[in-house]
């Protein structure tokens, strides 16, 4: 697909066709991450969690020597069925 840089308002766009982002898996609003490869723009769409944040940063975050426990957060106070 051939285009051209444009000027919107401050900022420059692409048009990007409805197949180009269907082929890479990519929706209007979606987050991407936009890097130059080797003198190319590559577009990466990121895989967030409710539109925020990215399961694979936050499990790098996570220390290697982190163990999970159970938490004792009190007796039931309404109507919760364990």
């Known amino acids: 697909m051939v285009t ?10 692409l048009r990007i066709s409805k197949t180009l982002l269907s082929d890479a898996n990519i929706a209007v609003g979606d987050a991407v991450e936009v890097a130059v490869q080797n003198g ?6 990121l895989h967030l969690i409710r539109g925020k944040y990215d399961l694979r940063q936050l499990i790098k975050r996570i220390p290697k020597d982190y163990k999970p426990e159970e938490v ?11």
């Open 72 to 82: 004792d957060w009190g007796p039931p106070s309404g109507r919760e069925i364990f």
């Open 40 to 45: 190319a723009l590559v577009v990466t769409p």
């Open 4 to 13: 051209k840089v444009q000027k919107w308002g401050n900022s420059q766009g």
